[in-house]
T-cell receptor, first 110, second 119 residues
Framework: RKEVEQDPGPFNVPEGATVAFNCTYS??????FFWYRQDCRKEPKLLMS???SGNEDGRFTAQLNRASQYISLLIRDSKLSDSATYLC???????????FGAGTTVTVRA | GAVVSQHPSWVICKSGTSVKIECRSL??????MFWYRQFPKQSLMLMAT?????????EQGVEKDKFLINHASLTLSTLTVTSAHPEDSSFYIC???????????????FGPGTRLTVL
């Protein structure tokens, strides 16, 4: 079983729509959680960390459910520029090694 | 945020040659850097952890004699793909760990990646 699993999508949504997707992780000892964004043929860029209490950054909201071992990302009022692959990233062993999901592709259309 | 550079950004080489990729932290010192590989439509896979002044730690299944890592200074780590073959063609990305003073958490910053094509 993969450490981090994501629905690959793609999620095709119109501008202004809300889109949400989850990621599950297998190791209950996981300690840190992140969402990264990766554009085609580019490096991943940190979108936001995910905290136990949930957190919001502008149009982006992340939630963590430790009991069910999943994290979620919700994007409100989607923009064309939100089109990207969103990577769920988990740090399990507190040795700063990151485990990446394969990514969820989001395409926002005009 | 912190900046990490990689060089070259892309390289095409013949089978059997060696290719060196550099990863630099430009505005911070990184005692630890990580090397990842990403095949098309797949997730980033950690290859090895590069520690300044000591040997790299390789993940299971990664050949240390094929992927040579040197972390000679606090701002530079190099990955050399020796005797490259077509199956080594991939997107190689490094990250550097920044631990700013006074912060309890640290963040990894990724380089822009190096696209290697072995003919």
């Amino acid at each position: 079983r993969k450490e981090v699993e994501q629905d690959p999508g793609p999620f095709n949504v119109p501008e202004g729509a809300t889109v949400a997707f989850n990621c599950t992780y297998s190791n209950s000892a996981s300690q840190s959680f992140f969402w990264y964004r990766q554009d085609c043929r580019k490096e991943p860029k940190l979108l936001m960390s995910v905290y136990s209490s949930g957190n919001e950054d502008g149009r982006f909201t992340a939630q963590l459910n430790r009991a069910s071992q999943y994290i979620s990302l919700l994007i409100r009022d989607s923009k064309l520029s939100d089109s990207a692959t969103y990577l769920c990233v988990v740090n399990t062993l507190n040795d700063y090694k990151l485990s990446f999901g394969a990514g969820t592709t989001v395409t926002v259309r005009a | 945020g912190a900046v990490v550079s990689q060089h070259p950004s892309w390289v095409i080489c013949k089978s059997g040659t060696s290719v060196k990729i550099e990863c630099r932290s430009l505005d911070f010192q990184a005692t630890t850097m990580f090397w990842y590989r990403q095949f098309p439509k797949q997730s980033l896979m950690l290859m090895a952890t590069s520690n300044e002044g000591s040997k790299a730690t390789y993940e299971q299944g990664v050949e240390k004699d094929k992927f040579l890592i040197n972390h000679a200074s606090l701002t530079l780590s190099t990955l050399t793909v020796t005797s490259a073959h077509p199956e080594d063609s991939s997107f190689y990305i490094c990250s550097a760990r920044d631990t700013p003073s006074g912060h309890s958490t640290d963040t990894q910053y990724f380089g822009p990646g190096t696209r290697l094509t072995v003919l």
